[in-house]
């Protein structure tokens, strides 16, 4: 596919990554802009989320992942696609656990997935986005804005041509225009492409769409080698939805995995200044709790749900 050529200020302006104030007006070629309601506060607001992956080992089905999710105070759910193939699978109804979600007062805000849409091999890229087709397809039925794009299938050998991946991403984001659903790029911290922000920042300002973004997550910041920092260079379009979770300083960055995810406000990630840089760069944020603990999964799920909430919005206060 032939990619769209734009200046870096075009790039920057309709990805919406931000670079430093010097970047951040608008061009003295503009058309003026008409009049609008004053701005709102410029500091952002957060959307408290629950990624079903917290109560995977419970294997509770999506329709209870919902009811629990409401149950425990979230205002969203982020789900696995796994989770709606097997209840579509199983005979249920898309529709009707729409409206079910829409009842409990709560939004689809994301989808986990793991489609293989960066791959160089061309069969195996497009048999990737055919599947993620079929995922958009049913996320939409749900009610669903957005989806992971992680580098699935491209995590083992180093080297990704970045304008390469640019280019794919371009092309997973026209799809995910057709079928209504946003697709993410997610940054993965333990694969050896698209492990650290400037790769994932990269990969969205020169793909050239303007719903470009980026998925980060605490641990895979991490785990990746990123300095949080790099955060506050994302605007609110850039970066809507963040996996929230902490780490323990044992074992070392080398040497920890997913299972080691606990509770915000139980590790040593610099959580305060994480949540405060996020705020600081306006929008309404998705924070998703998303852990993998099998310590958390041989208990009950509805009180993982309430205590990883009350944890979550305590760090949010801290960072107040």
């Keep these: 596919m032939q990619m769209q050529t734009l200046s870096r200020r075009e790039a920057i302006a309709r990805t919406g990554l931000t670079v430093g104030a010097a970047l951040g007006g608008a061009s003295s070629l503009a058309a003026p802009a008409p009049a609008s309601p004053p701005a709102p506060s410029a500091e952002g607001s957060f959307t408290y989320c629950f990624n079903t992956s917290t109560i995977l080992g419970q294997k509770v089905g999506l329709a209870k992942e919902v009811e629990l999710a409401a149950q425990a105070g979230y205002q969203a759910v982020e789900p696995w696609v796994s989770a709606i193939e097997q209840f579509v699978k199983d005979g249920g109804s898309l529709a009707d656990l729409n409206k079910r979600v829409r009842d409990l007062g709560l939004t689809v805000e994301s989808a986990i997935g793991f489609s293989q849409w960066l791959v160089d091999d061309d069969a195996k890229r497009a048999q990737g986005l055919e599947q993620i087709k079929r995922q958009m397809d049913m996320i939409a039925q749900l009610g669903g804005k957005r989806l992971a794009a992680p580098p699935a299938g491209a995590t083992d050998t180093p080297g990704l041509d970045l304008m390469k991946a640019a280019e794919r991403y371009r092309a997973l984001l026209e799809l995910g225009d057709q079928m209504g659903v946003v697709p993410q790029l997610e940054l993965w911290g333990g694969s050896k492409n698209l492990n650290r922000l400037g790769a994932c920042a990269f990969v969205a300002l020169e793909c050239g769409h303007p719903k470009a973004c980026v998925l980060a997550d605490v641990f895979h910041i991490y785990k990746g080698g990123s300095d949080f ?83 979550l919005k305590a760090a949010v206060a801290k960072a107040s």
């Excluded at 605007?235 to 080398?254: E, I, K, M, T």
């Excluded at 994480?274 to 944020?285: E, M, S, Y």
Aim: hydrophobic share 35%; charged share 25%; glycine share 8%.
């Design 229 to 311: 920092t790099g955060l506050r260079l994302f605007s609110s379009q850039a970066l809507q939805v963040f996996h929230v979770n902490d780490y323990p300083s044992d074992p070392p960055r080398d040497k920890i995995n997913d299972s080691y995810r606990v509770f915000p406000g139980d590790g040593v990630a610099p959580l305060t200044q994480i949540l405060r840089d996020l705020r600081a760069t306006g929008g309404t944020k998705v924070l998703s709790l998303e852990l993998f603990s099998r310590k958390y999964w041989e208990q009950d799920p509805l009180e993982v749900a309430k205590t990883g909430l009350a944890k």
